[in-house]
């Protein structure tokens, strides 16, 4: 089994102050909390840019000033997201792609998100597919619905994502899949065996499906994007203390944890 990679998924692109005090917003804040979580054992951090006042951006030049931030700091894997804010257009959602990162998201589907629907045509997911082909980024290919598996299935045969793929399930969105360790299980078998895969439960099953995860040969995302409780009634003081959670219960159960070059050999990142 390989060692486990952690990643950490700092912010989103709905989670405000309100809700989680401690919630990075600032490029220097967001940097701070990659490099807290790298000590705390993570590999990956998954990344949402924000403006000044909280508002959820695309910009290149925001995402960039953070990488350059975290760079500084620490070797970890930066990955932006193309899926922003469901408000926002393809062509903003594209925005980090232009700074060639070693890893982005491609979202395979379209789902409910809440009140709102996450959009996602065929054009577009081939769109973000090329792209990433053409620059050489690996897609973490996020999967809230088992249709999307089979729609990443169609873009290795037509050339668009090389294999051997991998997957992040996130599981939990109300409105998508749910969380459940059946839940798991099932997008587990459904992707190829020479798949890497990732779990992100969103909500309460955060810990649950993290927990599963480790001895079936996953991998790992926790952070206030999904979720921004440490226990029921109790807010996470940091994205770090989430992290080290799941460091310690990996290796209770005699887990290896990655190192952020690990991880690149893991998952096949070549740039």
């Known amino acids: 089994?390989?060692?486990l990679?952690?990643?950490a998924a700092l912010t989103g692109a709905e989670v405000t102050r309100v809700q989680q005090p401690a919630l990075p917003i600032t490029p220097g804040e967001i940097?701070?909390?990659a490099?807290?979580?790298?000590n705390a054992g993570a590999s990956v951090v998954h990344v949402h840019a924000r403006e000044i006042d909280g508002k959820p951006t695309q910009r290149k030049e925001v995402y960039a000033e953070i990488r350059e931030r975290i760079a500084e700091k620490c070797n970890i894997i930066f990955q932006p997201s193309t899926g922003g804010a469901v408000w926002h257009t393809v062509q903003e959602r594209g925005g980090p792609l232009e700074l060639d990162p070693e890893m982005a998201t491609l979202?395979?589907?379209t789902c409910n998100f809440g009140n709102d629907v996450f959009f996602n045509s065929q054009e577009i997911i081939e769109h973000f597919a090329l792209e990433m082909l053409s620059r050489k980024i690996k897609p973490e290919i996020e999967i809230f619905e088992r249709g999307m598996i089979e729609n990443a299935l169609r873009l290795v045969k037509k050339g668009l994502l090389v294999p051997p793929v991998h997957f992040d399930f996130v599981l939990g969105v109300p409105g998508a899949c749910p969380g459940n360790i059946e839940d798991l299980l099932y997008m587990v078998r459904?992707?190829?065996q020479d798949s890497t895969w990732t779990v992100a439960g969103i909500g309460r099953y955060e810990l649950p499906l993290a927990v599963h995860a480790i001895p079936m040969g996953g991998h790992v995302r926790v952070g206030f994007e999904d979720n921004i409780y440490y226990r029921k009634g109790e807010l996470a003081i940091s994205n770090a203390q989430l992290v080290e959670r799941i460091t310690r219960v990996a290796r209770e159960l005699g887990?290896?944890?990655a190192s952020p070059d690990e991880a690149r050999a893991?998952?096949?990142i070549r740039k």
């Not at 490099?35 to 790298?38: K, P």
């Open 35 to 38: 490099y807290d979580c790298y």
């Open 255 to 257: 887990r290896e944890i």
């Open 266 to 268: 893991i998952l096949g």
């Open 107 to 109: 979202s395979t589907g």
């Open 1 to 3: 089994m390989s060692k």
């Open 31 to 33: 940097a701070q909390a």
């Open 190 to 192: 459904s992707i190829p």
């Open 5 to 7: 990679i952690i990643t």
